[in-house]
């Protein structure tokens, strides 16, 4: 082993100054690097901080029944026939009824959901993807309704509203010093997208492509071999006009 002797004199105290300067560099150089891991942790694109996930979710309708009439409503009839659409569009599993019993208005309840039984068959939905589930409410202030609810296939975002850090600045602040994106930046337009997708599947993959419509393709082709214009003809379109003034 080689030993390496300070040399005596006034050289010792500068020395060991240069030692000391070399192992706080150091020292801060792996300090700095540590941070910079940390950092590293959470994603600078808003698109992965806050990422859309497909998942499947509950989609309900709710039918308010009174105690003394039965059956379903104009409005009600719509709801109903609206669910047994979008059911046939987009759902993952069967509809579950929920009707309240040993309520005051448990028999309009039953009848009322006997008329939305008929209107679901009626519209295509299969009598054995309809499950009944009978309940009675535990809060007696509130009125007991039907609800019809199924699974679909949907988008979501979030939560929003995290703040992990202070956005003020700060000598440990990332988003001041850095003018780096903060962490609740871009979620409420990540969960406004996912609400608004109509088929979380576009998000993926793009829909294939519907058959053409032959007979306008036809006609197309056909005004094309004959050299003559393709346009739509509007020969109605001036019997509104009030003045040629814009000409």
Partial sequence: M???RLPAGGNRPLLLLAALVG?????GACQETERE????????????????????????AVIFVGHAR???????????????Q????????????DVPVDT????????????????????GVPPRAIAVHHYHPDNPRLLP???????????????????PEDLGPSINDPYYSDNRQYHNFGCAYQRNLAAMIDNPADLVQPRPETPAYT?????????????????TQYPEADKAKLSDADR
């Fill in 86 to 97: 979008a059911w046939r569009r987009e759902a993952t599993g069967a509809i579950s009824a």
């Fill in 215 to 231: 007979a306008r393709r036809s006609e197309g082709f056909e005004k094309y071999r004959k050299g003559t214009t393709s346009a």
């Fill in 23 to 27: 192992l706080s560099m150091t020292l």
């Fill in 70 to 84: 039965g059956g379903l409503s104009a409005d009600q009839r719509s709801t109903v026939l609206g669910v047994a």
């Fill in 145 to 163: 309704v039907i609800r019809l609810s199924y699974t679909r296939i949907s988008a979501d975002a979030g939560p929003c509203g995290l703040w």
């Fill in 37 to 60: 891991l940390v950092m590293a942790s959470t994603p600078d694109d808003y698109r992965f901080r806050h990422p859309i996930a497909i998942q499947e979710s509950n989609q309900s």
């Fill in 104 to 123: 005051p208005n448990a028999a309009a309840a039953a009848d009322a959901f006997q008329a939305a039984r008929s209107l679901l068959v009626a519209a």
């Fill in 2 to 4: 080689t030993t390496t």
